[in-house]
């Protein structure tokens, strides 16, 4: 017996039943067209048993007729198909199948293994053409992002320089985007202005004052006010020009 045969006896079929079926068959198949399985009625008392065949097309029932000399195919392809049912029994299950114009197809004494793996295949060619086409285009978009989240997972831990450069570069960032905010200048009135000139006054007298090392770590503390944000760029450099003026 061909390998051909053998994929479709695991589950006690006819052997001869299955050569029968096959051999007439490969004249019936359509091109592209594949045999997924195919049942055999097991009756109690029976010579020329029915056959249940399920392609990756449609569904064949094959019923033997004039003592096996000849057999008559009914063939309903999966576009056709509206469900598929199994009812099991005492003596085997019962395999049906109802068509969208509400045809009901039946065949009975199908041992419950083969019956089962006729539901399935059946259940699997059903789903395939529902949503064969919109499965595969959502696996192929899902793809890449999934692709994208191992790559994220895969980023090595960084190292404390690194961490580091980054917070500089961060404070850079912030400190350039304070220079370019618009600095407005608070409006004074006249006693207002006087007494900041001469607030101004004191402070050159007292910077004038003092020595290069106490210049410099004022210049340090008014930096220190800078990083924190507690001071802006502007403001900072207009100081830094007068210290260093007096250095």
């Known amino acids: 017996m061909n390998e051909q045969l053998k994929k479709f006896l695991n589950e ?39 056959s249940l065949v399920v392609t990756n097309k449609r569904i064949i029932l094959c019923s033997p007729k004039n003592l096996g000399l000849s057999m008559d195919f009914n063939d309903y392809t999966w576009d056709d198909i509206e469900s598929v049912f199994v009812k099991e029994n005492i003596l085997g299950s019962e395999v049906s199948f109802t068509t969208k114009t509400d045809l009901s197809i039946s065949i009975d004494y199908i041992p419950k293994t083969q019956a089962r793996k006729l539901y399935t295949f059946s259940k ?61 200048q608070p409006e004074f009135s006249a006693p207002d202005l006087a007494a900041n000139q001469q607030a101004e006054g004191k402070i050159e007298k007292t910077l004038a004052e003092l020595s290069n090392e106490e210049l410099f770590e004022k210049l340090q503390n008014y930096k220190k006010l800078l990083d924190n944000g507690l001071i802006l760029q502007g403001e900072y450099d207009a100081l830094k020009k007068e210290i260093l003026s007096h250095m």
């Not at 006819?14 to 592209?32: C, F, Q, R, Y």
């Open 12 to 50: 006690e079929q006819d052997p001869k039943a299955v050569e029968k079926i096959t051999s007439k068959l490969n004249d019936l198949l359509m091109k592209g067209e594949e045999i997924g399985y195919i049942g055999v009625q097991k009756k109690p008392v029976t010579v020329f048993p029915d």
């Open 124 to 184: 699997e060619q059903l789903d395939i053409l529902k949503n064969g086409p919109i499965a595969e285009v959502a696996v192929a978009l899902e793809a890449p992002k999934l692709a994208d989240e191992i790559e994220v997972a895969e980023i090595p831990a960084q190292s404390p320089e690194a961490v580091e450069t980054i917070e500089e570069i961060e404070t850079e960032e912030v400190t350039n985007f304070a220079e370019i905010m618009p600095i407005v």
